[in-house]
Structure formats: C-alpha cells, structure tokens
C-alpha cells in the first residue's frame, strides 16, 4: 500500500494557536496588510486567515463591495478566527479547507490573498496552481510572505527550519516563493517589492500582486 499523501494530515496545532496573536512580528506585518485589501472589490478569498489577523484590515475598509471567503484548515485557528469575525461584525464566510484543494467552482474570484500562509502549507505548488484555477481571468493574487533569506542568515534558516517547523505550526523558513509564483504560466507579474525587514529567523519578505492572465489555459 502507498504512503498516504502529506495533505491527508491532520493540521492541528493548539499551543500555536493559542500563542500567534501574542508574536512580535505580527505588530510589524500591520502595513503590509493593509497594502493586500487596498481597493478590494467583488468577491474575494483569504488562504489560510489563521487566527483572522488579517480581518481587522478587512473590518476597516468599506465591506458593502466585496464578499468574503476564508479557508483555515487547523479547527484550533479557525475557531479564534470565527470569533474575530464575530467580535469585528465582519461577514466572513469561513471553511474547513487546504489551499491545495479549494472547494470552489473555477472561476470563482476576483482577489485571492495569502498573508504569511505560503510557509506553510505542505505542497506549495498545487496551491498555486488551485489559486489561478478559482481567480477569474484578470482577477488579481495579492500575497505577502517571508521568504528564504540570502547569506549567512540563509544559512542560518537551513540550520534552524527543522525545529522552527515544529515549534511554529509547520513554518518553513526556506521556502523560495517568488520564482514558484512569478514562474507560473497562469499569472503575469503587476508588482514585486522584497522588504528586508523582519525578526531573524523569519525575514525577509515579499509582497506583491500578480494577475491571472486572460488567455491562461489550465491543465
């Protein structure tokens, strides 16, 4: 009998949970996530909201012109999540969902964003590829993501990244997320600014946004 696939796992990190609202980093993340719902319109998804950090920013711009989707698979985020929405009167339409399998029509968005999500989840590539599937052509992915850092603090990310990915919910410090995503046949790049700021291990960033293009075939 085959291995059973990694996306078959049960992601389920309580402590983790519990702790992320309370990280130092995340009080430094507060403009770059305001650049992701900048002009946000029509229907939109969010990978993998967490704790729903990213629903503050949400709650601040004028919601009448969007519809809002959220996927979270860890039960222990998500709840915390459910409950930020409640807290903030945000309509957030919340599932159990990886990003590696999205329970959507193609076609199905105008923006998808990822903030700080592509760290984690097990098979970036099928990710990508179920991003430009549910984006409608022209339809814009906004993203904001450490991401495997140059000289010795490379290094020291190779060194660190198997007990970081323990200790932070399956965190990878390595991960090369610009070429997965500016390689991709599906998008064309609008904008990428890598952002050398940080707490080491976890530095440094990138945000962009890429587009869906109009003549993408999909496989």
């Known amino acids: 009998m085959s291995e059973p696939s990694t996306r ?27 650049y992701l719902v900048a002009d946000l319109s029509g229907r939109v998804l969010e990978l993998g909201c967490g704790t729903g950090d990213m629903f503050p920013f949400v709650a601040d711009i ?12 860890d039960p222990h985020m ?17 599932q159990d969902a990886r990003a590696e399998s999205l329970p959507y029509p193609d076609d199905s968005f105008d923006v998808v964003l990822a903030s700080v999500v592509f760290c984690t989840i097990q098979d970036p590539d099928a990710a990508i590829d179920e991003v ?38 399956g965190c990878q410090l390595t991960r090369e997320t610009v070429p997965r995503f500016v390689g991709h046949d599906a998008f064309a790049v609008d904008e990428i600014e890598r952002l050398e700021f940080g707490i080491f291990p976890a530095t440094p960033f990138v945000r962009g946004t890429l587009r869906r293009r109009r003549d993408s075939v999909l496989g």
Do not use: C, M
């Not at 998500?78 to 919340?94: C, I, K, N, P, S």
């Not at 450490?146 to 919910?169: F, K, Y």
């Open 132 to 169: 430009a599937r549910v984006l409608k052509p022209g339809g814009e992915f906004r993203f904001f993501e450490h991401v495997h850092a140059d000289g010795w603090q490379g290094t020291g990310q190779q060194l660190l990244n198997p007990l970081w990915e323990r200790v932070a919910g």
């Open 62 to 73: 004028d919601t009448s012109a969007i519809e809002y989707h959220a996927i979270e698979p």
């Open 8 to 34: 078959d796992h049960e992601i389920a990190h309580p402590v983790f949970a519990t702790l992320y609202d309370w990280l130092p980093q995340a009080f430094l993340l507060a403009p770059h996530r305001s």
């Open 78 to 94: 998500r709840t915390r999540a459910a409950r930020t929405a409640r807290d903030l009167g945000l309509d957030v339409t919340l």
